[in-house]
């Protein structure tokens, strides 16, 4: 149904023991080696499903989501579970490493726009309870 990586390893734990449905879900182990990217691609673009990445929102988990959606130019990667209202305010530092990290794609340019907009929303993956993409 879908193919979602997921950035740390207590967040992929709780995703695969407590959600049970027909998606691909990928442990990316922090920032991606070229070998995971290169495995990536081709599930991708065998799944002909849509596609997600959730991760911190931090401009490193934007980087990771960054470098997943150059893997597979012409399919959108989705941001799953990263726009968090609730979060910490970004510094100054933060905000300006997010800006650099545009363009992305349509969706994730437009949420990391608010993002930097807002200067609030950091959290930690681990904060966020695991919820499928497609509920």
Not at 5 to 30: A, R
Not at 31 to 49: E, G, I, L, S
Not at 74 to 97: F, N, T, W
Request: glycine content about 6%.
């Amino acid at each position: 149904a879908y193919v979602l990586t997921i950035e740390n390893l207590s967040s992929f734990n709780e995703y695969t023991y407590s959600i049970q449905d027909s998606g691909i879900v990928l442990y990316t182990g922090g920032f991606p080696t070229k070998a995971f990217q290169r495995f990536y691609k081709r599930v991708v673009q065998q799944a002909q499903a849509p596609v997600y990445h959730w991760g911190d929102t931090d401009p490193h988990g934007f980087l990771i989501l960054k470098t997943l959606q150059q893997q597979i130019p012409g399919i959108c990667l989705h941001s799953h579970l990263m726009d968090q209202p609730d979060g910490a305010v970004y510094s100054s530092v933060r905000l300006k490493e997010l800006s650099r990290i545009v363009p992305v794609n349509a969706q994730v340019d437009e949420l990391l726009t608010q993002l930097i907009d807002r200067g609030v929303g950091l959290v930690e993956q681990e904060e966020v309870e695991a919820v499928p993409p497609l509920s």
